[in-house]
């Protein structure tokens, strides 16, 4: 054991030492508290050196990377206008077989109720398109294409994924071509076909699958539909209405009343009031009464019938309507 004096001796060294690294023992602490204490003793005097707990200090950054984001339609677009800048005789250019292809491409732009779909700006827009392709008309393409970034703000969820159904469709057509242009290893079709076509399909089915994304909100978007009644007579189809069932109702009525006016007026005319040449003017004159009376009596009846009929589907087209 060392002597007091060598104890007191060592006593400022250990304090100048430890006052050093109390400030780190600020910053960097341990978890626990140190239960026990340091403690030099002299002859003369007793110090007592309790150092601060000492824990690690763990800082914890949050990633700021950004979330993933939709890509903007209008740039998938705008990309597909660039991929179509080119020469006017770019598709009079292609082979037959690209030629079909490309009147493939057309038909699975413009397939189906287009104009329902996509409305009528962007259908006929696409009608114009496929037509363009199905002539190889590049100067066209290009003008219609270069459309679609200015449509795109006025569309709703409904025709955006529509439209991105049909580029996609379109696009894995302009893909095949660029597969056929690898396949034939002719500089001439290399260079014709390869670089603008793999653009153009790459363009096209981005646009395609960021634009069908919309299908979910389209079906939020879509209102649903008044159910409707139509009466139809052959090619003639009459929607009906409460308002329509009433005017209805009263032109039966009043049919109803001219034809019973007209019963009235035969019926009251005596048989007798009338000379006929012989027997057999007379047996036709009293059937022919009989006739008119049965035909204009039925009219009567079945204007009465239908006259009830529309005002009791009238009111019941009000009541569901309510």
């Known amino acids: 054991m060392a002597s007091p004096s060598l104890q007191f001796h060592l006593l400022p060294s250990l ?33 007592t050196f309790t150092p601060k707990p000492l824990s690690p200090c763990f800082a914890l950054t949050e990633s700021n990377s950004p979330n993933s984001t939709q890509p ?62 199905e002539v190889a008309d590049t100067s ?52 014709l076909i390869r670089s603008p076509v793999h653009k153009i399909a790459k363009a096209m ?34 929607e009906i209405t409460p308002t329509k069932a009433n005017i209805g109702a009263a032109i039966a009525l009043v049919f109803g009343i001219l034809t019973w006016e007209i019963a009235q007026g035969v019926q009251s005319t005596p048989e007798n009031s009338l000379q006929y040449a012989n027997d057999n003017a007379l047996m036709l004159a009293k059937s022919l009464r009989g006739t008119l009376l049965a035909l204009f009596y039925a009219s009567t009846f079945l204007s009465a019938l239908t006259s009830a009929g529309l005002v009791l589907l009238g009111i019941q087209l009000k009541s569901e309507k309510n």
């Not at 397939?111 to 037509?131: H, M």
């Not at 580029?167 to 290399?190: D, E, N, P, W």
């Not at 909100?217 to 090619?235: H, N, R, W, Y």
């Open 140 to 191: 066209s393409s290009r003008s219609l294409v270069a459309k679609l970034p200015l449509i795109e703000a006025s569309l709703t969820g409904t025709a955006k994924s529509a439209l991105g159904k049909r580029l996609v469709a379109a696009g894995r057509r302009f893909q095949s071509m660029g597969q056929y242009g690898q396949v034939r290893k002719t500089h001439q079709i290399s260079n």
């Open 72 to 133: 903007d339609p209008k740039t998938l677009l705008q990309d597909i206008a660039e991929s179509f800048d080119l020469p006017s005789d770019y598709f009079a250019k292609f082979p037959k077989d690209l030629r079909l292809d490309l009147n493939d491409a057309a038909f699975d732009l413009s397939n189906g109720p287009i104009l329902d779909e996509c409305g009528k700006e962007l259908g006929e827009t696409l009608l114009n398109l496929s037509r363009a392709w």
């Open 205 to 238: 089915i981005a646009a395609g699958r960021a634009l069908s994304a919309y299908s979910t909100s389209a079906v939020i978007d879509k209102q649903p539909k008044e159910e409707t009644k139509t009466l139809k007579f052959g090619a003639l189809q009459v």
């Open 15 to 47: 304090s100048k030492f430890w006052s050093s690294i109390s400030p780190l023992s600020q910053h960097h602490t341990h978890p626990f508290s140190s239960t026990t204490s340091l403690r030099f003793t002299s002859t003369n005097s007793t110090t």
